[in-house]
């Protein structure tokens, strides 16, 4: 039987946008209760996507290779991967960290990477909820602020971070719009603790020598400053609406961090090594 010209033109389409979203979007399975998504620094930008018209375009450059380094850290200090969701597509063509209007502008392959980019996060958390209850998305980035510092976002504004630690630890609806809600019910610290004590991932960062904020050396931002609270990802995928996984987003400065592929591995190592310190304290487990 002869087949219709138009089904073998509609299924040749069909078999040749599969290959292409999983080229543009890159899901790892991995083994411990760690997620990093990675959505900017894609350099892919294919002719039949159409160029996005508004939003942010610029990429995040070297935070692939830098959390290539961070996997490598990992899978040597604690014996295992974490999952792993990158996005190759340049941000010309489509913005993961944003919703879908937004992220895909009505293109269809970049909806369809998009939906491929979230699954592949929902799945993650939903493997690490089941086998270890608990966990940790890292949403990397990076920026060129003037303050080099390597910013951590929970969903806590710029203005909120001003407040003493009394009014953070007694705003029960901030804590609850948080991207760690679930973590701060786990952790023996309180909530301004884990935003910016010794043992918050800033403090324990600077540990190793990396800038933070929030950090116990810088609470909140100075005046006129930027810094990224964080975006989709971390709301999409923290916390803040339920399970138990909480999310970070990680702005990385282009200075000492992202700059070189030896910056890269000092931090990656950095941020591996506060991890572990990070996971008995608030966790109560460890990674390994």
Same mark, same amino acid.
């Given at each position: 039987m002869r087949i219709p010209f138009f089904l073998l033109l509609l299924t040749t389409a069909l078999v040749a946008q599969t290959p292409a979203r999983e080229e543009f979007i890159e899901v790892r399975p991995g083994t411990l209760p760690v997620i990093?998504?990675?959505?900017?620094g894609g350099m892919l930008k294919p002719d039949n996507v159409l160029?996005?018209?508004?939003g942010v375009t610029g990429m995040d450059a070297n935070t692939i290779p830098l959390s290539e380094m961070?996997?490598?850290e990992m899978e040597a200090r604690f014996g295992g991967r974490p999952h792993a969701i990158i996005s190759r597509l340049h941000r010309t063509k489509l913005d993961?960290?944003?919703e879908i209007k937004e992220a895909a502008q009505g293109d269809p392959t970049a909806e369809a990477a998009w939906h491929r980019f979230h699954d592949g996060a929902r799945k993650a958390c939903e493997a690490v909820m089941k086998r270890h209850g608990m966990g940790l998305l890292l949403d990397i980035h990076g920026h060129r602020h003037i303050d080099q510092r390597v910013e951590l976002g929970y969903l806590v504004k710029a203005e909120q971070l001003k407040a003493s630690d009394a009014e953070l630890n007694a705003d029960a609806a901030l804590i609850a719009s948080t991207s760690i809600r679930d973590l701060d019910k786990r952790?023996? *610290?309180t909530f301004a603790q884990l935003l910016r004590g010794p043992q918050s991932l800033g403090g324990l960062l600077e540990r190793h020598g990396a800038r933070c904020l929030p950090s116990p050396s810088k609470a909140y931002p100075g005046l006129m400053a930027g810094y990224f609270s964080g975006v989709y990802d971390v709301a999409a995928h923290g916390s803040r609406n339920g399970g138990t996984v909480s999310a970070i987003q990680i702005e990385c400065p282009w200075n000492n961090v992202r700059d070189r592929p030896?910056? *890269?591995r000092l931090f990656a190592?950095?941020?591996?090594e506060s991890l572990g310190v990070y996971f008995e304290v608030?966790?109560?487990k460890r990674l390994r």
């Open positions: 990093l998504t990675v959505p900017h160029a996005r018209r508004y961070i996997m490598e993961p960290n944003r952790s023996p *610290q030896d910056n *890269q190592r950095a941020l591996v608030h966790f109560g």
